[in-house]
């Protein structure tokens, strides 16, 4: 466990450093998800013009469920994104047994090394606009509803790097560009919208075998309308039902790499 | 640039393009589902929770709006096409720029080709999805010939500004060491201000006004509009001339920073 602590701050010191080294790519990161949280900004202030209600939530109710989401995005940016992008190109081009090689688990290794330095400012700046959510809602909330909140939108980004993963593992026997990452990408557009809006069956399928309502709605959800062992049960089986399916496919992913190049 | 030359780099992106079979059409039919499936839930739930009819100025039914929508998503296929990766921040940054400085061509109406192969997968999308979805949703179009030609029109010139605007967004990479962020903020802000996120017609009155003068109208809401007819000849032709003004804008933008990215260029790469 020391071990990996210790290695993992050493991926952070290469990481700060390496930033440093492209400022101006540093500045136009945090530039671009300033923009990004403008726009969802604007996106929910314009549709809250023409409704009281979105999904049952009302607009100071869809602002922390937006602020939620940023830091949910800025927490998946900062830690694993860079390391997922890299991924499919490793496993193309035959790089991955520098890896496999290594006395420590590939996959720790392999999807956190990279630690976005430019992105963790974001993800500072995603905290603030949460707490200003937060601070703004008319009701307080006990300080142990808020601890649970929190720790439900960091198991939402663990969620959400591993279902990115599950879609990416198949590059080991699809030999294509990245796996169906793209496709991850197009289904998670799913979970930037509150998940009260989905009804039957597609509802369903967000609140269980695509479980992007986790990342931050359900989460939110958790907040407004009171945590629940029924409601803790469901996301906790959700969370390590997907780790450990993500855990076992890359081992049997491992297993079939052949080490050659397409 | 011969347009027998302009031709063979156009079909040879196509052809690149189309190379990987599975990964395209399952990427293709995800993504146009989903994110046809978001709108539908969102505005059928705008509609519902607010009890209202008509949303917005002009004013749009919730058929209406998934309709405009559908074609937002359907022309922003041949706007937007997909990923370039021939892009020119990488010659830049890979000192790939060199061969083409040797080539007996000129770099930027080669990149335009490759810009306009690269949109071929979404003509095919355009036309498919377009065909599917009509006739799977049974929707409401009165689209005449006329409506359909200026709307054609609309497009070529959006595609062409968005060309140019990229241009201008990857030439940056002569001074600065990556522009991924600048170009996907780009999209951030035309997915907003152009219409993709949100109908123009649900903004504010004021706000509307001064979109009307910006660039970013030009890439969705207008040819869109003018395909489902909600904007007569009088418009387009206001559009078409605001669309070209805004060519002329960033093409001139474009060359400026050509002519002054070249003359630090070292072809080392990075």
Same mark, same amino acid.
């Given at each position: 466990?020391?071990?990996?602590l210790r290695l993992?701050?050493a991926f952070?010191?290469f990481?700060f450093?390496?930033?440093m080294?492209?400022r101006?790519d540093?500045?136009?990161r945090?530039?671009m998800d300033t923009?990004?949280?403008a726009i969802?900004?604007?996106?929910f202030?314009?549709?809250?013009?023409?409704t009281?209600?979105l999904?049952g939530?009302?607009?100071d109710?869809?602002?922390?469920?937006?602020?939620s989401?940023f830091?949910?995005?800025?927490?998946?940016m900062?830690?694993?994104?860079?390391n997922?992008?890299?991924l499919?190109?490793y496993?193309?081009?035959?790089?991955?047994?520098?890896?496999?090689?290594?006395?420590?688990?590939?996959?720790?290794?392999?999807?956190?090394?990279?630690?976005?330095?430019?992105?963790?400012l974001?993800?500072?700046?995603?905290i603030g606009?949460?707490?200003w959510?937060?601070?703004?809602?008319?009701e307080p909330?006990?300080?142990?509803?808020i601890?649970?909140?929190?720790?439900?939108?960091?198991?939402?980004a663990?969620?959400s790097?591993?279902?990115?993963?599950?879609?990416?593992?198949p590059v080991?026997?699809?030999?294509?560009?990245a796996?169906l990452?793209?496709?991850?990408w197009s289904f998670s557009?799913?979970?930037?919208?509150p998940?009260g809006?989905?009804?039957g069956?597609?509802?369903?399928v967000?609140?269980s075998?695509?479980?992007?309502?986790?990342?931050a709605?359900?989460?939110?959800?958790m907040?407004?309308?009171?945590?629940t062992g029924?409601?803790?049960?469901?996301?906790?089986?959700?969370v390590?039902?997907a780790?450990t399916?993500?855990i076992?496919f890359?081992g049997?992913?491992v297993?079939?790499?052949?080490?050659?190049s397409s | 640039?011969?347009p027998?030359?302009?031709w063979?780099?156009l079909?040879?992106e196509?052809?690149t393009?189309?190379?990987?079979r599975?990964d395209f059409?399952?990427?293709?039919?995800?993504?146009?589902l989903?994110e046809?499936?978001v709108v539908?839930?969102?505005?059928?739930?705008?509609f519902?929770?607010s009890?209202?009819e008509v949303?917005g100025?002009?004013?749009r039914?919730?058929?209406?709006?998934v309709v405009?929508?559908l074609?937002?998503?359907?022309?922003?296929k041949?706007v937007r096409g997909?990923?370039w990766?021939?892009?020119?921040?990488?010659?830049?940054?890979?000192?790939g720029l060199?061969?083409?400085? !040797?080539?007996?061509a000129?770099?930027?109406p080669?990149?335009?080709?490759?810009?306009l &192969?690269? +949109? %071929? $997968?979404?003509?095919?999308?355009f036309?498919l999805f377009?065909?599917?979805?009509y006739?799977?949703?049974?929707?409401?179009?009165?689209?005449?010939?006329a409506?359909?030609?200026?709307a054609?029109?609309?497009?070529?010139?959006?595609s062409?500004?968005y060309?140019?605007?990229?241009l201008?967004?990857?030439?940056?990479a002569?001074?600065?060491?990556?522009?991924?962020?600048?170009?996907?903020?780009?999209w951030?802000l035309i997915s907003?201000?152009g219409?993709?996120?949100?109908?123009l017609?649900?903004f504010?009155?004021?706000v509307?006004r001064?979109?009307?003068v !910006?660039?970013?109208r030009v890439?969705?809401d207008?040819?869109?509009?003018?395909?489902? &007819?909600? +904007? %007569? $000849?009088?418009e387009?032709?206001r559009?078409?001339?605001?669309?070209?003004?805004?060519?002329?804008v960033?093409a001139a933008?474009g060359?400026l920073l050509?002519?002054r990215g070249?003359?630090q260029y070292t072809?080392?790469?990075i």
């Amino acid at each position: 466990m020391w071990r990996y602590l210790r290695l993992y701050l050493a991926f952070l010191r290469f990481s700060f450093s390496r930033a440093m080294e492209f400022r101006v790519d540093f500045f136009f990161r945090i530039g671009m998800d300033t923009v990004w949280y403008a726009i969802h900004l604007t996106f929910f202030t314009v549709l809250f013009l023409h409704t009281g209600f979105l999904g049952g939530w009302d607009f100071d109710q869809c602002l922390i469920f937006a602020a939620s989401l940023f830091v949910a995005d800025a927490l998946q940016m900062t830690v694993f994104s860079n390391n997922m992008w890299w991924l499919p190109i490793y496993v193309n081009k035959g790089d991955l047994d520098y890896y496999l090689v290594r006395p420590v688990s590939s996959l720790f290794f392999l999807s956190v090394r990279d630690f976005a330095a430019n992105s963790f400012l974001n993800l500072l700046m995603a905290i603030g606009i949460l707490v200003w959510a937060l601070v703004r809602y008319p009701e307080p909330f006990a300080a142990g509803t808020i601890v649970v909140f929190v720790l439900l939108l960091l198991a939402g980004a663990l969620l959400s790097y591993a279902v990115q993963m599950i879609f990416i593992i198949p590059v080991f026997w699809l030999q294509s560009r990245a796996g169906l990452r793209e496709i991850s990408w197009s289904f998670s557009r799913f979970g930037s919208r509150p998940h009260g809006i989905y009804t039957g069956w597609v509802r369903r399928v967000l609140l269980s075998i695509l479980p992007y309502a986790f990342v931050a709605s359900y989460p939110v959800h958790m907040l407004l309308d009171g945590v629940t062992g029924t409601r803790l049960l469901h996301t906790f089986a959700i969370v390590s039902g997907a780790m450990t399916f993500m855990i076992w496919f890359w081992g049997r992913a491992v297993r079939s790499y052949a080490s050659a190049s397409s | 640039m011969k347009p027998r030359l302009f031709w063979q780099i156009l079909s040879l992106e196509v052809r690149t393009r189309m190379s990987y079979r599975v990964d395209f059409w399952l990427n293709a039919v995800a993504g146009f589902l989903v994110e046809l499936a978001v709108v539908w839930f969102l505005w059928q739930a705008v509609f519902q929770e607010s009890g209202r009819e008509v949303i917005g100025d002009p004013p749009r039914t919730f058929e209406s709006t998934v309709v405009y929508y559908l074609c937002v998503i359907l022309i922003g296929k041949l706007v937007r096409g997909q990923d370039w990766e021939a892009a020119i921040s990488q010659d830049i940054y890979t000192g790939g720029l060199n061969r083409y400085l !040797l080539f007996p061509a000129h770099y930027l109406p080669f990149k335009y080709a490759q810009r306009l &192969g690269a +949109l %071929g $997968p979404g003509v095919l999308q355009f036309v498919l999805f377009g065909a599917v979805a009509y006739l799977w949703l049974g929707l409401d179009m009165h689209v005449t010939f006329a409506g359909a030609a200026m709307a054609l029109s609309c497009v070529v010139v959006a595609s062409f500004l968005y060309f140019v605007v990229d241009l201008v967004i990857h030439l940056i990479a002569f001074w600065a060491d990556n522009v991924w962020s600048l170009d996907v903020g780009k999209w951030f802000l035309i997915s907003i201000l152009g219409g993709y996120m949100l109908p123009l017609s649900v903004f504010p009155e004021g706000v509307q006004r001064v979109l009307e003068v !910006l660039p970013f109208r030009v890439f969705f809401d207008l040819p869109v509009r003018v395909f489902l &007819g909600e +904007l %007569g $000849p009088l418009e387009w032709a206001r559009g078409m001339g605001l669309a070209l003004g805004w060519c002329a804008v960033f093409a001139a933008l474009g060359r400026l920073l050509w002519w002054r990215g070249r003359l630090q260029y070292t072809g080392i790469g990075i």
